[in-house]
């Protein structure tokens, strides 16, 4: 089993910056990806990012050139760094966590842009 915490989300003013947190525990030396997605109010879950072994990481456009994802060094960590939010990026955050055989989801941190 993984446990996946996420922390770091907030009310932020539209051209701010917020640092999303995920930390993955348990059996994490299988983990081959960790990525972050978003839903908002009526909508469905959409990728954001996402952080795959080796390097390779995949954006959503609608972010591309704001948000950044990064992996921590012990690899069970991951992180989003959001610049130049929008109204639009106001969403509940989930980090998702993909091992062998398995996908885990933590419970979401609420992220809202709004002046």
């Known amino acids: 089993q993984v446990q996946v915490v996420e922390s770091g989300g907030g009310l932020v003013q539209p051209g701010g910056s917020l640092r999303l947190t995920c930390v993955a525990s348990?059996?994490?030396?299988?983990?081959?990806?960790m990525g972050w997605y978003r839903q908002a109010p009526g909508k469905q879950r959409e990728l954001v990012a996402v952080?795959?072994?080796?390097?390779?990481?995949n954006y959503a456009d609608s972010v591309k050139g704001r948000f950044t994802i990064s992996r921590g060094n012990a690899k069970n960590m991951v992180y989003l760094q959001m610049n130049m939010l929008k109204p639009e990026d106001t969403a509940v955050y989930y980090c998702?966590?993909?091992?062998?055989?398995?996908?885990?989801w933590g419970q979401g941190t609420q992220v809202t842009v709004s002046s």
């Open positions: 348990g059996m994490v030396l299988t983990i081959r990806s």
């Open positions: 998702n966590v993909d091992r062998v055989g398995s996908t885990y």
């Open positions: 952080a795959i072994s080796g390097g390779i990481t």
